[in-house]
């Protein structure tokens, strides 16, 4: 029994060690053999990770007392130490713990999450709008504030990578936005639902046909960050990702003259946001 425990105490400070621990110095994509989330980089995810850690420690505890507890009760009323059982069927003070501890931990719970669910549905004072939309299986991009940007973004097959891009990640046209802009961001779809996921921004949200959901960003550190479709949206659902790159504001204007040449039609719009028919190898 004393090993079985002192096994158990061991893994709960492994687990909870890497968890604290991980993720200090990672890039923004998956590395083999991490734990924990990506290191964030807008205020929301910032408050992602700090909800995370207060539920993470409330389970952490509530698994270590009902451990300890389990434990006692074997140790202490066995047949062996306890041959003749009590017969108590009522106590008022237990009751009342049991039910008004609950309720507090759940409250500790929902009262964060629910500011955290308002703070990141919108923001009020937006900078510039990133329109979003899904296709089986590529992403397509618009800038309404720019004047009728807008492209496509597919994956790079993995035999066309170039040194240095990340296999399943990397795009043909990577979105460009400034560092440090409130940025809203409009989501939908043109055939299945789709979902827009960047763990770096703390974002995660459904693309739906015939709808328009909304979210924001503020980017703190200028980067490439990547993400992916997670929503499973059919047979290529593995292969449409997100490659987001974060530069300084005036670098985002030279972009955006550059990519009005680039990508804006003469009418203002963009051939390359009808949807294609190719699908990735």
């Not at 389990?70 to 106590?91: C, D, E, G, L, Q």
């Not at 296709?135 to 991009?141: F, G, N």
């Not at 399943?168 to 639902?193: C, G, M, Y």
Request: hydrophobic share 45%; proline share 6%; charged share 20%.
């Amino acid at each position: 029994m004393k090993r079985t425990i002192a096994i158990l105490m061991l893994g709960l400070t492994v687990t909870i060690a890497a968890t604290v621990l991980a993720g200090s110095t990672w890039a923004a994509q998956p590395e083999p053999w991490r734990l924990g989330m990506q290191p964030g980089v807008t205020p929301v995810a910032h408050e992602i990770r700090d909800l995370y850690n207060l539920v993470f420690w409330i389970v952490a505890a509530v698994c270590v007392f009902v451990l300890a507890l389990m434990i006692y009760i074997v140790w202490r009323f066995n047949a062996r130490r306890n041959p003749t059982p009590s017969k108590t069927t009522h106590n008022t003070l237990l009751e009342i713990i049991w039910t008004v501890v609950p309720v507090i931990i759940v409250a500790a719970i929902a009262v964060p999450s629910i500011k955290l669910l308002y703070f990141m549905d919108r923001t009020t004072d937006a900078d510039m709008t990133l329109k979003v939309t899904g296709y089986q299986w590529y992403w397509s991009y618009e800038y309404p504030d720019q004047n009728g940007i807008a492209f496509d973004a597919i994956m790079v097959p993995e035999d066309k990578l170039a040194e240095g891009q990340t296999r399943l990640l990397e795009t043909d046209n990577r979105v460009v936005i400034p560092v440090d802009t409130n940025i809203r961001i409009l989501v939908t779809s043109q055939d299945v639902i789709h979902s827009w996921a960047v763990p770096a921004f703390g974002v995660k949200i459904d693309s739906v046909p015939g709808r328009t959901n909304e979210t924001w960003i503020r980017v703190e550190k200028e980067g490439v960050y990547y993400g992916q479709c997670s929503e499973l949206c059919g047979v290529n659902h593995a292969f449409m990702p997100v490659a987001v790159e974060v530069v300084a504001k005036d670098k985002f204007e030279a972009w955006v003259q550059e990519a009005r040449k680039k990508f804006a039609s003469a009418n203002g719009s963009s051939l390359a946001m009808m949807p294609r028919t190719e699908t990735p190898n």
